[in-house]
Nanobody, 117 residues
Framework: QVQLVESGGGFVQAGGSLRLSCAPLRSRFSSGDMGWYRQAPGKERELVALITRGGTKNYADSVQGRFTISSDNARNSVYLQMNSLKPEDTAVYYC???????????WGQGTQVTVSS
């Protein structure tokens, strides 16, 4: 089982910025799509941003223009730069990396992002 390690979450005031990182621990595989999801209390998990291996990016409407997803295919790592954060961005953020060969999905353990008003 591939373990993904996330970092970069925390507490920030509205308008602030955070950068999330996600990378596999001691695993080598060929990555496919990579993405970030979030889940707020009482809500379903939702897609925040997705980047394909070819570099095509997609964002949820709620974060378009504020968040930027990037990746390092050689390291199977994915990042999320979050600017102009709002209280409604408060959630647990999860990364997901799809194995490009087996199509298995690997999930991170989640990192809490809290934005105060």
């Amino acid at each position: 089982q591939v373990q993904l390690v996330e970092s970069g979450g925390g507490f920030v005031q509205a308008g602030g910025s955070l950068r999330l990182s996600c990378a596999p621990l001691r695993s080598r595989f060929s990555s496919g799509d990579m993405g970030w999801y979030r889940q707020a209390p009482g809500k379903e998990r939702e897609l925040v941003a997705l980047i394909t291996r070819g570099g095509t990016k997609n964002y949820a409407d709620s974060v378009q223009g504020r968040f930027t997803i990037s990746s390092d295919n050689a390291r199977n790592s994915v990042y999320l730069q979050m600017n102009s954060l709002k209280p409604e961005d408060t959630a647990v953020y999860y990364c997901k990396i799809t194995n490009g060969v087996t199509r298995d999905d690997y999930w991170g353990q989640g990192t809490q992002v809290t934005v105060s008003s």
